[in-house]
T-cell receptor, first 111, second 117 residues
């Protein structure tokens, strides 16, 4: 299956700075989801944004969705060392049960 | 608490061995479960969709005779890697989705790291 693209592939910032990750996809979607994966672990759901929504917040997370550009961004504000992980976007397309994952962004927060 | 339990978390075995991985939905009934494979520093690749009481749906390029999936109850799906070889070494992750899945996230197990010697 085709996967979306995320950029950057890797991001390293200082603690306290903001981190922005971008995701692009190819098909029409019902929603777009962001997940976090700590090394060697499963995925943890962060936030889901529906196709008719443009922005969503959850704590220090802010997600935007632009369906005309088929793109989304995840912003983590005031980053912490514990935010170090890989972040994946995944699209839930109309008529399909399955998620299609992006390539992921490996985020490193330096203390 | 955990919504999905995956077992075992780590397996090391000899080439030619068959390995069974279990995925249990703890909080709700799951007519559909998903099996993914992930290679180091790569994304998740969907292998198959497991359907309770019927045959699994495999993604293109995934050998159904190699990766046997059984979804015998609404809370348990198993993936058996038959006659495993070193190239089957990977991180295998399952996920579940609640009934009426539209606009709901998937819940993932903690994964199984399979190492074939």
């Amino acid at each position: 299956s085709q996967q979306g693209e995320e950029d950057p592939q890797a991001l390293s910032i200082q603690e306290g700075e903001n981190a922005t990750m971008n995701c692009s996809y190819k098909t029409s979607i019902n929603n777009l989801q962001w997940y976090r994966q700590n090394s060697g672990r499963g995925l943890v759901h962060l936030i889901l944004i529906r196709s008719n929504e443009r922005e969503k917040h959850s704590g220090r997370l802010r997600v935007t969705l632009d369906t005309s550009k088929k793109s989304s961004s995840l912003l983590i504000t005031a980053s912490r060392a514990a935010d170090t992980a890989s972040y994946f976007c995944a699209t839930d397309s109309q008529g399909a049960q399955k998620l299609v994952f992006g390539q992921g962004t490996r985020l490193t927060i330096n203390p | 608490g955990a919504v999905v339990s995956q077992h075992p978390s780590w397996v090391i075995c000899k080439s030619g061995t068959s390995v069974k991985i279990e995925c249990r939905s703890l909080d709700f009934q799951a007519t559909t479960m998903f099996w993914y494979r992930q290679f180091p520093k790569q994304s998740l690749m969907l292998m198959a969709t497991s359907n309770e009481g019927s045959k699994a749906t495999y993604e293109q390029g995934v050998e159904k005779d190699k990766f046997l999936i059984n979804h015998a109850s609404l809370t348990l799906s198993t993936l058996t890697v038959t006659s495993a070889h070193p190239e089957d070494s990977s991180f295998y992750i399952c996920s579940v989705r609640e009934l009426g899945y539209s606009n709901q996230p998937q819940h993932f197990g903690d994964g199984t790291r399979l190492s074939i010697l």
